[in-house]
């Protein structure tokens, strides 16, 4: 596994937006304690990049988008189960801005994902159907980095599945976990540190 390298890895900073903030429409409890330790980790890291749930409104994630349906149900999707959500992180809303705390000035590149008004986007490099890229890899590849470390929110979701997909690219990943909160449905969070921990990715216990 390789030793973080600030000068030289990549810090991804995953959808530390409101809307997954307490107060926001999919609050992750504590979601807003990230914002310090994600500004520290910015501060170090000579790369840095962002992304962004950017939901048109309407979103087929969005359980208002299936009369009946209740937030947090899932249905068939034709690349498998999509977990209906509440309306969030709708484009050019207050929800889907960044936590007004975090420290943006320093990221090289900001990827607005979920766009596609008929698929999600959980990783930040493919969407849902795992095969529609977000471009993200395009920049990792292109700048030569070979080493993502991740933190944000939620831990199961976006960046469990970005770590995944990131390393399906062939890179080394690592996780800071206390800059990390999860939503942790229905045992998703164990999940998904099982599932990254068989994928090979470093889950780091302090941000040293
Ligand atoms: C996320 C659910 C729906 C996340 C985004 O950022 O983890 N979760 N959209
Ligand atoms: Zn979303």
Known sequence: MARLDPARDLLLLIDIQNDFCPGGALAVADGDAVV???NRLSDRFSHVALTQDWHPAGHASFAS???GAEPFSTIPASHGPQTLWPDHCVQGTVGAAFHAGLNIDRAEIITRKGCRPTLDSYSAF???DGATPTGLAGYVRDRGLGHV???GLATDFCVA???LDARRLGLDVSVMLPA??????DGSLAA???DMTDAGIALL???A
């Open 126 to 128: 493919f969407e849902n």
């Open 65 to 67: 988008s299936h009369p």
């Open 192 to 194: 998904a540190i099982a």
């Open 36 to 38: 310090p330790l994600a």
């Open 161 to 163: 599945w970005s770590a």
């Open 205 to 207: 216990d302090d941000i």
């Open 149 to 151: 470390v991740m933190a």
């Open 180 to 185: 990390c909160r999860a939503i942790d449905q």
